[in-house]
C-alpha cells in the first residue's frame, strides 16, 4: 500500500542541524511531489516545504527559507530536509505528504505518521 | 501570505446532527482549496479539495462548498468518527497556509 515514512527526529540545541528523512513506497514515487508539514505540540498544522517530482521546483515557507533545504533521491524513493539553525519554534513533529496527483496540485493525500523535532538547551 | 480564519473554533454537536464549518481567505483563493481531518494523536487525512471534491473513500456525508474568500464544510448526521479537528488549507499562492483549525466535540 502507499506508505511514508518519516525518520531523523530528536533532540537539537539552539542553533544546531539535523535532516529528516521521508521513505516512500506502494506507489511511483518519481512522479509526485513532497510536502513537509509541522505541528507544534498542542498547535495548528504549518505549511513548511514543497519539492516537485524532478526536484527541480522548491517551495518554503518565509520562517524556514535560507535555513531549512528540501532534496530527494527519486533512486532510493526518499526525500529529505536538512535543517540548520534550529530554533526553539522549530519544535514540533514533521509530517511528510504526498500530493494528490502526479504534476502539482499541492493537496497532500497520504501522509506519515510523522516524526518530532525537540529543539532545547 | 494568505490567512485563513477557521469559525468557530470549537463546535459541540450532538451524534446524528449536522455540523457545518467555516473557513475565509483574506484573498481569493478561487477553488484552490481543502479541508483535512485530524483525530488525536494521528496524521491528517484529506477530506475535499477544489473546494467540493471528495477525496478518495470520503462519504458523501462530507460536503464542501464555496469559492473566492469563503468557505464551507458541512457534516450531516455526524458519528463517532467525526469528532476530530479540522483544518482548511489553500493552495492558490505560495506558501500554502493552513487555518487555526476548528474542534468538532460531542455535545
Known amino acids: 500500500q502507499v506508505q511514508l515514512v518519516e525518520s531523523g527526529g530528536g533532540v537539537v540545541q539552539p542553533g544546531g542541524s539535523l535532516t529528516l528523512s521521508c521513505s516512500a513506497s506502494?506507489?511511483?514515487?518519481?512522479?509526485?511531489?513532497i510536502h513537509w508539514v509541522r505541528q507544534a505540540p498542542g498547535k495548528g498544522l504549518e505549511w513548511v516545504a514543497m519539492?516537485?517530482?524532478?526536484?527541480?521546483?522548491?517551495y518554503y515557507t518565509d520562517s524556514v527559507k535560507g535555513r531549512f533545504t528540501i532534496s530527494r533521491d527519486n533512486s532510493k524513493n526518499t526525500v529529505y530536509l536538512q535543517m540548520n539553525s534550529l530554533r526553539v519554534d522549530d519544535t514540533a513533529v514533521y509530517y511528510c505528504?504526498?500530493?494528490?496527483?502526479?504534476?502539482?496540485?499541492?493537496?497532500?493525500?497520504?501522509w506519515g505518521k510523522g516524526t518530532t523535532v525537540a529543539v532545547s538547551s | 501570505e494568505v490567512v485563513l480564519t477557521q469559525s468557530p473554533a470549537t463546535l459541540s454537536v450532538s451524534p446524528g446532527e449536522r455540523a457545518t464549518l467555516s473557513c475565509r481567505a483574506s484573498?481569493?483563493?478561487?477553488?484552490?482549496l481543502a479541508w483535512y481531518q485530524q483525530k488525536p494523536g494521528r496524521s491528517p487525512s484529506l477530506l475535499i479539495y477544489?473546494?467540493?471534491v471528495r477525496a478518495t473513500g470520503i462519504p458523501a456525508s462530507f460536503s464542501g462548498s464555496g469559492s473566492g474568500t469563503e468557505f464551507t464544510l458541512t457534516i450531516s448526521s455526524l458519528q463517532s468518527e467525526g469528532f476530530a479537528v479540522y483544518y482548511c488549507?489553500?493552495?492558490?499562492?505560495?506558501?500554502?497556509?493552513f487555518g487555526q483549525g476548528t474542534r468538532l466535540d460531542i455535545k
Open positions: 505528504a504526498k500530493d494528490l496527483k502526479t504534476g502539482w496540485t499541492n493537496y497532500m493525500d497520504v
Open positions: 506502494g506507489f511511483t514515487f518519481s512522479s509526485y511531489g
Open positions: 519539492l516537485n517530482s524532478d526536484g527541480h521546483a522548491q
Open positions: 484573498q481569493s483563493v478561487g477553488t484552490n
Open positions: 477544489g473546494a467540493s
Open positions: 488549507q489553500q493552495y492558490n499562492k505560495w506558501p500554502i497556509t
